[in-house]
C-alpha cells in the first residue's frame, strides 16, 4: 500500500483498485471503521481481494469463512475453479483451497472427461494440478484414468514448457502424487510406453519399479513394509471395479457404542464367468457386557455366496500422508461360514482410538482401506 510510487506531496491519493472490486470500496471502508459488514455472494470475493490487497487481517478471515460456510456451496463448479480455486491458489489461501479441492475431487471424473472442460483443465498451473494430485479423495474411475488427464494435461498446446527435456522440473513435483501401485501390470506396462516415459525414463523407474513389485507380493508380505507405507499407497474412491475398497467411519458413527456400521462394496471375482462379488465390512465398538469395556470389531462377511470365495485380505488405517496401522489374513468363504473376524483391535486400542487428538483419526474420521485378493 505505502510504494514509492505515492507522492507524499499531494493532498489526494489515487487509488487503483481490481473493476470488480470498485463497487465495494466503500463497504471496505466501513468495515475499517465500524468493524461490522454483511456479506452476500456478490461481495464476499471483491471485499476478500481488498482485504489481501490492504492486508486487513479482520475482514479477511470474515471473508473466508463466509465463502467457505455459504457461498462456495452454491457456486457453479466452472466458477468454484476458475474463479475461487485460481484465486485462493494465488493468495495462499490454504483452508480455502482445500475446501475448494473438495468440491473439485467429487467433480473430478466429470472435469478430466468432459470437452467442456478440456480448456479449463489444461489452463491449470503445475501448483495447481499438485494440489489437487495431493488429495486422497478424488473420485475417479481409476488411477489410470488420472494418468492419462495428466497426460493431457502435459499437452497442452499453449504450455510448450511441460513437453521435451523442460518438463522434467514439473515432473519431479508431480509424480509422487500419483498412486502407480494402484494401476494394473497392463496399465504399468502401457505408461511405460507412453512417450513421456520413455524421454523421462530415470523420472518414472523408481516408480514403476515399486508398483510392480507392490502388485506382485502377497498381501502378507506388505505388512511391515514401509516402502509401501507413503503417501503414493493411500487408496482414492475410485468409481470402477477392482480389489479394493477405501472406507471412512464418521466421528458420529465412532461414538454409536453397540451399532452396527454397514458398509456393502463389490469387487471383482475369480470365477469363470466373470462375475461381482458382493461384500460388507462391519464396523462396531461393543461392549460384551454392562460395564465392560469397550470393544472394537471389524467383520468382512461374503454375501449371495453361490461358489465358494478363497481370498487373501489386507485391512489399514490411514493417515492423511501414510499408512498407520495394518492386518492381513486369508479366508475360504462358503455358504455355511460367510464371514471372519479381521482383528484389527491387535493393532488398534480403544484408548489410543478415543484418546484426544488421536493420531489414528483424520479430522477426526476413522479412515481404512480394504485389498482382497483371490487365492487360485
Known amino acids: 500500500m505505502l510504494s514509492h510510487k505515492w507522492d507524499g506531496n499531494k493532498k489526494e491519493i489515487e487509488l487503483s483498485e481490481d473493476p470488480q472490486c470498485i463497487d465495494y470500496f466503500e463497504t471496505f471502508l466501513k468495515f475499517f471503521y465500524t ?4 456479506l452476500n455472494d456478490c461481495n464476499t470475493l471483491p471485499l476478500l481481494i481488498l482485504a489481501d490487497k490492504y492486508n ?7 471473508c473466508v469463512n463466509y465463502a467457505i460456510t455459504y457461498v462456495l456451496k452454491e457456486l457453479a463448479l466452472k466458477e468454484i475453479v476458475n474463479v475461487w480455486f485460481s484465486y485462493s491458489s494465488k493468495t495462499c489461501h490454504t483452508v480455502m483451497i482445500q475446501e475448494c479441492i473438495k468440491i473439485i475431487g467429487m467433480n473430478l ?3 478430466i472427461s468432459s470437452e467442456d472442460w478440456t480448456k479449463d483443465w489444461m489452463a491449470l498451473d503445475r501448483d495447481q494440478l499438485i494440489e489437487i494430485l495431493k488429495s486422497n479423495d ?5 488411477e489410470f484414468v488420472l494418468f492419462k488427464a495428466l497426460l493431457k494435461w502435459i499437452s497442452a498446446p499453449q504450455s510448450p514448457e511441460r513437453r521435451g527435456s523442460t518438463s522434467s522440473p514439473s515432473l519431479v513435483q508431480i509424480l509422487p502424487w500419483i498412486r502407480f501401485p494402484y494401476m494394473t501390470a497392463e496399465e504399468l506396462s502401457e505408461m511405460e510406453s507412453s512417450q513421456i516415459a520413455q524421454v523421462h525414463s530415470k523420472l518414472f523407474m523408481p516408480y514403476t519399479h515399486n508398483a510392480f513389485k507392490y502388485i ?20 482414492r474412491p475410485y468409481t470402477d471395479t477392482n480389489w479394493y475398497k477405501k472406507i471412512t467411519i464418521t466421528n458420529e458413527q465412532l461414538y454409536e457404542r453397540g451399532v452396527d456400521h454397514c458398509f456393502p462394496f463389490v469387487t471383482k471375482s475369480s470365477t469363470v464367468p466373470v462375475v461381482n462379488w458382493n461384500w460388507t465390512l462391519k464396523f ?16 468382512l462377511a461374503s454375501d449371495d455366496v453361490d461358489n465358494q470365495r478363497s481370498v487373501e485380505y489386507h485391512l489399514m488405517v490411514l493417515g492423511e500422508k501414510k499408512i498407520l496401522r495394518e492386518v492381513s489374513g486369508k479366508k475360504l468363504f462358503t455358504k455355511t461360514r460367510y464371514h471372519t473376524d479381521i482383528e484389527l ?5 480403544i484408548n489410543e482410538l478415543f484418546s ?14 480394504l485389498i482382497l485378493r483371490p487365492i487360485v
Open 345 to 349: 483391535s491387535k493393532q488398534v486400542s
Open 284 to 299: 462396531t465398538i461393543a461392549s460384551s457386557f454392562p460395564n465392560a469395556n469397550d470393544e472394537l470389531k471389524v467383520d
Open 216 to 235: 506382485s507380493l502377497p498381501l502378507s508380505a506388505r505388512i511391515g513394509n514401509k516402502d509401501f507405507h507413503t503417501s503414493q499407497f493411500l487408496l
Open 56 to 62: 486487513f487481517n479482520g475482514l479477511r478471515t470474515v
Open 109 to 111: 471424473a466429470e472435469i
Open 138 to 142: 478424488l473420485v475417479v474411475p481409476s
Open 35 to 38: 468493524n461490522h459488514v454483511q
Open 356 to 369: 484426544e487428538n488421536s493420531p489414528l483419526l483424520v479430522n477426526g474420521n476413522l479412515q481404512l482401506q
